[in-house]
């Protein structure tokens, strides 16, 4: 759930078509995940308070589309807001935003491995070792800690604000903040926060790139006139090596991706952008224009370089999904679930 909490707004127009939506029946469903040699699972928020959250599988090879796998494998619903995926161990973790929990799954099947509980609002998912994972938080002011044998939350590091994207380097977890200026440094022996690192306002994601740094994106604060940024950090000194900043007020560009290179960096602002690492400057135009449409995820595979985009539409319907080569050829487009916000890419 993003983009200043956007459902809360549209629940009247779910109101009103919600009646007249058809549920997905996919069909032999084990077959269809283990027999893929390549796939695409696509995560799809749901509307915000209807519980109607799904993932979806896309297989390139025949472009069809599978819908709910999780509701399929368990007869019962995955929940409220299909915020990211993890996959980790053979398993597969859910965060599941407004329902409070992580679903572990089978990836192979999809069936139920065991709930995490006790979440106050989760976003991403982090694990750390086979004992141990972080989760990031809207409403918590703390990062969760899990542990993986039990499936359990044993204890909190507190960090105030709402807490987003976080990744692991050089024996650091670095973690983005969409409500300060501060990218904070937890060192995963001792659960705690020791140290931080001043950047742009609101940082929403992040990447590492082939030479180990890390790439931090922000969407700055309009209200302080405080632009976006991109920044370029070394973490073996954790200092800020190269900051871009962005041209106007109205960016807020967000969902920073690499490819499998790790030599390109893409980000959503209205369209796709991509961002060579040895770049001096931002591309003024996209590379893939949003024009009418409202782009809301991107993914890219990491063999074959293809862009994925998810269009939310209105946050109602079930959105689109457009594929494009990486020169932004566009290749075909496909429907998934209901605000696809993110592509998982099939080890």
Same mark, same amino acid.
């Given at each position: 759930?993003?983009?200043?909490?956007?459902?809360?707004?549209?629940?009247?127009?779910?109101?009103?078509?919600?009646?007249?939506?058809?549920?997905?029946?996919?069909?032999?469903?084990?077959?269809?995940?283990?027999?893929?040699?390549?796939?695409?699972?696509?995560?799809?928020?749901?509307?915000?308070?209807?519980?109607?959250?799904?993932?979806?599988?896309?297989?390139?090879?025949?472009?069809?589309?599978?819908?709910?796998?999780?509701?399929?494998?368990?007869?019962?619903?995955?929940?409220?807001?299909?915020?990211?995926?993890?996959?980790?161990?053979? !398993?597969? =973790?859910? #965060?599941?935003?407004?329902? @409070?929990? %992580?679903? +572990? $799954?089978?990836?192979?099947?999809? /069936?139920? &491995?065991?709930?995490?509980?006790?979440?106050?609002?989760?976003?991403?998912?982090?694990?750390?070792?086979?004992? !141990?994972? =972080?989760? #990031?938080?809207?409403?918590? @002011?703390? %990062?969760? +800690? $899990?542990?993986?044998?039990?499936? /359990?939350? &044993?204890?909190?590091?507190?960090?105030?604000?709402?807490?987003?994207?976080?990744?692991?380097?050089?024996?650091?977890?670095?973690?983005?903040?969409?409500?300060?200026?501060?990218?904070?440094?937890?060192?995963?022996?001792?659960?705690?926060?020791?140290?931080?690192?001043?950047?742009?306002?609101?940082?929403?994601?992040?990447?590492?790139?082939?030479?180990?740094?890390?790439?931090?994106?922000?969407?700055?604060?309009?209200?302080?006139?405080?632009?976006?940024?991109?920044?370029?950090?070394?973490?073996?000194?954790?200092?800020?090596?190269?900051?871009?900043?962005?041209?106007?007020?109205?960016?807020?560009?967000?969902?920073?991706?690499?490819?499998?290179?790790?030599?390109?960096?893409?980000?959503?602002?209205?369209?796709?952008?991509?961002?060579?690492?040895?770049?001096?400057?931002?591309?003024?135009?996209?590379?893939?224009?949003?024009?009418?449409?409202?782009?809301?995820?991107?993914?890219?595979?990491?063999?074959?370089?293809?862009?994925?985009?998810?269009?939310?539409?209105?946050?109602?319907?079930?959105?689109?999904?457009?594929?494009?080569?990486?020169?932004?050829?566009?290749?075909?487009?496909?429907?998934?679930?209901?605000?696809?916000?993110?592509?998982?890419?099939?080890?």
């Amino acid at each position: 759930m993003n983009k200043s909490l956007y459902k809360i707004l549209g629940i009247g127009c779910v109101l009103w078509c919600f009646g007249a939506c058809k549920k997905d029946h996919p069909s032999t469903l084990n077959t269809t995940i283990n027999q893929q040699s390549s796939g695409v699972y696509i995560s799809n928020e749901g509307n915000f308070q209807f519980g109607n959250a799904s993932v979806g599988l896309y297989n390139p090879s025949d472009h069809s589309y599978t819908n709910d796998l999780f509701k399929s494998a368990n007869s019962r619903p995955l929940g409220d807001v299909c915020q990211s995926l993890y996959f980790f161990n053979n !398993k597969l =973790y859910i #965060t599941i935003n407004n329902s @409070n929990k %992580i679903e +572990v $799954v089978n990836p192979s099947t999809f /069936a139920s &491995i065991a709930t995490i509980i006790g979440l106050e609002s989760p976003r991403y998912f982090l694990p750390l070792n086979i004992q !141990k994972a =972080y989760v #990031t938080d809207y409403k918590a @002011n703390a %990062i969760s +800690v $899990v542990d993986l044998n039990s499936n /359990a939350l &044993i204890k909190k590091i507190q960090c105030k604000g709402w807490t987003e994207e976080l990744i692991a380097s050089n024996g650091k977890v670095y973690v983005t903040n969409k409500n300060s200026k501060t990218l904070y440094i937890i060192d995963p022996l001792i659960d705690s926060i020791i140290d931080s690192i001043q950047i742009g306002y609101g940082a929403n994601s992040l990447q590492i790139d082939r030479f180990s740094r890390l790439w931090v994106l922000a969407n700055g604060n309009p209200t302080n006139n405080e632009l976006a940024s991109l920044q370029l950090i070394n973490t073996l000194a954790d200092t800020v090596i190269k900051t871009f900043h962005f041209n106007t007020m109205n960016e807020q560009p967000w969902r920073l991706k690499i490819n499998g290179n790790a030599d390109t960096l893409y980000y959503l602002n209205k369209g796709v952008y991509n961002l060579p690492i040895n770049a001096t400057q931002l591309h003024s135009q996209p590379l893939i224009p949003e024009n009418t449409r409202l782009f809301y995820g991107i993914g890219i595979d990491p063999i074959t370089s293809i862009i994925y985009i998810s269009d939310a539409i209105d946050y109602v319907q079930k959105g689109n999904i457009y594929r494009y080569q990486n020169n932004g050829q566009f290749i075909n487009t496909f429907k998934a679930g209901i605000i696809p916000n993110d592509f998982y890419f099939k080890p």
